[in-house]
């Protein structure tokens, strides 16, 4: 007898049909894969057998019994867990105290709660400083504490909602043995993600879908994995199809194949130029020491490293978010190292920051009002904002970025991942001068489909004269589309080598310091 049953299951937003009598088995003792482009109805599905939404039709059988959760309280009396792509942690408490909500008893008593989660973080790899506040965590360590608040309730079906897309390369491994002794225990994993790698190593089961219907659901044991590649995104993909073949973790490129090096824009200022720039955190915490780097006009320069290394703070200052301690900041030969994040715009620089949904959107505000922050003078006659100019702007917009929502008015909280931070970017690369572009994460949580179409943007606007600044914890995915590799470790740049794929194993090695005198 299944874990989970579902059958029939459909689920409607309006006029959307977001889920079409989808069906889906889950087993004791299974790690279940979900694949699907965004808008595919994953999360939808992961939130109904969470508790959060209710189907409008269909069954749901948990333990072979009718499941119909009042919402996630009740889901998790059930045994069942969730890790959601937004995090639902508090921002201004501490980790302890995030791991206490929720476990009301008569009396609290968080030194259980932090010996569970010790225990829980030494056997899973999942370390993380347990008196830190959520909000000065990096969002890789935030992923963390959320996987182990559900591991504390000991779940019966866990379910991870593109859970690895935060995690740095050497993390995902360890993760993903988390997965396996979970379900050996015999529970229910269901894992949603898009790296083919991940479901060779973990999958028994995995379900492909596709505009709300399943579309291919097999045993790992007699899949085809081209077989799935093409269910997911609608075509062939070779392995050595560059971008995609590298987010899809089928290849780096062709054997042999090797990139053309490119000719950089030397006759003008660099778009990024970076000079001896230090930055101390609050507790007096060294974060960058003396980090000196120069982006040059068409070229995209990635920065490599594992999280927690200073890509975080140096994101930040560029947006200027955060002050220098020492140094000094160039954007296009402008001095912008004390300049505000409105400023920094005017320079001609475009900022895609890691955490789209705490500073690069506003949830409660329209998909037009988002994307014309940057120039709502523009758009202003008589002291008025013309909204149906806003409106008919954002939608080129959208058709030019394929940002997939019923209009320009929807609020942007409505749109799938993928779709949020196309439309990020298609707001950043429309600013008029644009020198340089911040990339910082910008495939974190996207389906191939949107990896593809994020990475064709971003080179294409390095081909238009662009200078590029690319940070990503997929070495994977800078190895494709940088021209240059930088990395960083303990917050200083300590090498740099051509983002060619035969030098994967020595970048790697200076990611976890190894470097050579």
Known sequence: MALLHLSG???????????????????RGEVHCLLG??????????????????????????????????GPVDALRHGIAMVHQQFSLVPTMTVVENLMMGRAQAILDARQVLERMRAIAAEYQLEVDPWRVVGDLSVGERQRVEIIKCLLGDPRLLVLDEPTAVLPPEEIGAFLTVCRRVADSGRGVILVTHKLAEIQKVADHTTVLRLGRVVDSVAMRDADMRQLVRAMVGHEIQAGDGVLAATLGLADAQPGAAKAVRQVDTGVAPALQLERVSFRDAQGVTRLDDVSLTVHAREIVGIAGVEGNGQSELGAILAGLLPVSGGSVKVSGTDVTTASPAEITACGAGIVPEDRHAVAVVNDLGI??????????????????????????????????????????????????????KAVLARELSLDPLK?????????????????????????????????LLISSELSELLA????????????IVGEMAADPANREAIGAMMSGHVHA
């Open 9 to 27: 299951v459909t689920k409607r937003f309006g006029a959307l049909l977001a889920l079409d009598r989808v069906g889906l088995e889950v087993g």
């Open 37 to 70: 482009e965004n808008g595919a109805g994953k999360s939808t599905l992961c939130n109904l057998i969470f508790g959060v939404h209710k189907p409008d039709a269909g069954q749901i059988d948990f333990d072979g019994r009718p499941y119909a959760p009042a």
């Open 368 to 421: 037009a009002e988002n994307l014309c922050l940057h120039q709502t003078r523009k758009y202003t006659r008589f002291g008025l904002l013309d909204r149906g100019a806003m409106s008919r702007a954002t939608s080129a917009l959208m058709r030019e970025f394929d940002v997939r929502a019923p209009g320009p008015d929807v609020p942007m909280a409505s749109l799938s991942g993928g779709n949020q931070q």
């Open 436 to 468: 340089f572009l911040l990339a910082a994460q910008p495939t974190r949580g996207l389906d191939v489909g949107a990896v593809e179409a994020v990475y064709s943007r971003i080179q294409a606007a390095r081909d238009r004269g662009l200078g590029v």
């Open 481 to 492: 589309v940088s021209d240059r590799v930088v990395v960083m470790y303990r917050g200083r």
